[in-house]
Each structure stands twice: as structure tokens, then as C-alpha cells.
């Protein structure tokens, strides 16, 4: 790992054979995932069926080659191409509600959705 430092920003870069890896910072589902080409990211679910190619537009950054770029607060024309592996229900949780001398108890249970991808290309 190596560290540039750009004007007041300290960031941290990847270089694997000494050639800097390019990776996005994205948004969706309302939280931010760092991804490279070839990433397998497991994201909140999305509208897509599977085998099907989705592009996420909200990128908030972008680093490559030459430097790292910053959206205020997305990056126009930038967008990453994904491929929709499968759709699936993470581990259960269990929600369990009690009172005291009351004889309340209740037990929930929840699987969040997901939609796992393949990070394809970033482009920006």
C-alpha cells in the first residue's frame, strides 16, 4: 500500500505491480460501497432479474491512473456496469420483545433481501 497525497486530501491507493488500481466509490440502496472491476458486491435489493446488466450512476468517486476524481455529490457521466448474479435473503434475525410481570413477549424474525453483482466496468 502506498500513500499520495493530493492538495489537503490524504488517500490511500492500491498499487499492484506498480500500476495504480482504478475502483469507484458508489451509492445504492443508501449506503456506499468501494468497488473494482471484478468485485463481487452483495448490495440492498434490486429491480433486476438475474443474468441482467444494471448501471449505477450515483458515483461519488473515482479514482485511476492520473488521480482521484470527487463528485459534489455525484460525478456527472460516471457510471459503473454491473451484472445481476442472484437474488437471495441474508441470515435470520431474531426480534425479541419482552415485559417483565406483564407475561408480553414477542418474537419476530427477518431476512433483509439482496441482490448480490459483478462489478463490470467503471466508467468516468
Known sequence: MRVLKHSHLALV??????VAI???????????YRVQEGDIVRVEKLD???GEKV?????LLIS??????????????????????????GKK?????????????KKQGHRQ???KIKIEKIVG
Not at 25 to 30: A, D, N, R
Not at 55 to 59: A, C, E, F, Q, R
Request: charged residues 30%; glycine residues 14%.
Open 113 to 115: 433481501p439482496y441482490t
Open 64 to 89: 485511476k491512473e492520473d488521480g482521484v476524481v470527487i463528485g459534489k455529490p455525484y460525478i456527472e457521466g460516471a457510471r459503473v456496469e454491473a451484472t445481476v448474479l442472484e437474488h437471495g435473503k
Open 93 to 105: 434475525i431474531v426480534i425479541f420483545k419482552y415485559k417483565p410481570k406483564k407475561n408480553y413477549r
Open 48 to 50: 433486476v432479474e438475474e
Open 13 to 18: 491507493r492500491l498499487v499492484r505491480g506498480g
Open 22 to 32: 482504478m475502483y469507484a466509490v458508489i451509492e445504492t440502496g443508501g449506503k456506499q
Open 55 to 59: 448501471g449505477l450512476s450515483k458515483v
